[in-house]
């Protein structure tokens, strides 16, 4: 062992997916839609034998585990509002929300690996013009700064025997965006 990082790769003989998804648009009037979304889903292994997702656990029968990076629920939400400023450009106003279940990070469901949920909003305004060709908008990205896990690996540094590494999600972002269609 010379501390070096190890990579692995197995296979789950078979696993089940069950699950639905619904979602809806709804033009409330002329100017403001709604859409919503909703996603379950419940994986899990039938058959894996020998799992060995963090190199340590050789041998291991995951069967009858959660799938890896597969949450049970996920939903979002988003309104956008857009009104005729002129006869050139267009106003629009748009806010998204988002929500993703936790769910394990390896086939062990190691729950040291488990990642928490998080929600998320982003937000546009700006300006597009009629024809569809220029847009100027102002953006904001994870806007009330949520802090969420997007990966969870053992060993400190990555690989090394002992402690967790955790990757953390992108702070609050925020930009101008210019758009030219030619």
């Given at each position: 062992?010379?501390?070096?990082?190890?990579?692995?790769?197995?296979n789950a003989a078979s696993s089940e997916v069950l699950g639905f998804e619904v979602e809806?648009?709804?033009?409330?009037?002329?100017?403001?839609?709604?859409?919503?979304?909703?996603?379950?889903?419940?994986?899990?292994?039938?058959?894996?034998?020998?799992?060995?997702?963090?190199?340590?656990?050789?041998?291991?029968?995951?069967?009858?585990?959660?799938?890896?990076?597969?949450?049970?629920?996920?939903?979002?939400?988003?309104?956008?509002?857009?009104?005729?400023?002129?006869?050139?450009?267009?106003?629009?106003?748009?806010?998204?929300?988002?929500?993703?279940?936790?769910?394990?990070n390896d086939a062990l469901n190691n729950p040291q690996r488990e990642m928490p949920s998080?929600?998320?909003?982003?937000?546009?305004?700006?300006?597009?013009?009629?024809?569809?060709?220029?847009?100027?908008?102002?953006?904001?990205?994870?806007?009330?700064?949520?802090?969420?896990?997007?990966?969870?690996?053992?060993?400190?540094?990555?690989?090394?025997?002992?402690?967790?590494?955790?990757?953390?999600?992108?702070?609050?972002?925020?930009?101008?965006?210019?758009?030219?269609?030619?």
């Amino acid at each position: 062992d010379n501390g070096g990082i190890l990579f692995l790769t197995s296979n789950a003989a078979s696993s089940e997916v069950l699950g639905f998804e619904v979602e809806g648009t709804v033009k409330a009037t002329k100017n403001l839609e709604l859409r919503a979304a909703y996603g379950y889903s419940a994986g899990e292994y039938d058959e894996f034998t020998g799992c060995t997702p963090d190199g340590t656990a050789s041998g291991t029968d995951c069967s009858g585990n959660d799938l890896q990076k597969s949450p049970k629920n996920n939903f979002s939400a988003s309104v956008q509002y857009e009104s005729e400023v002129s006869s050139a450009w267009n106003f629009m106003l748009r806010a998204e929300y988002s929500y993703l279940d936790s769910n394990f990070n390896d086939a062990l469901n190691n729950p040291q690996r488990e990642m928490p949920s998080y929600e998320l909003v982003n937000a546009r305004a700006g300006f597009i013009s009629v024809d569809g060709r220029y847009r100027v908008m102002a953006w904001v990205r994870n806007a009330f700064e949520e802090d969420y896990i997007d990966g969870i690996n053992l060993g400190s540094p990555p690989g090394a025997a002992g402690g967790v590494y955790y990757s953390v999600n992108q702070p609050r972002t925020y930009g101008l965006e210019l758009r030219a269609k030619f």
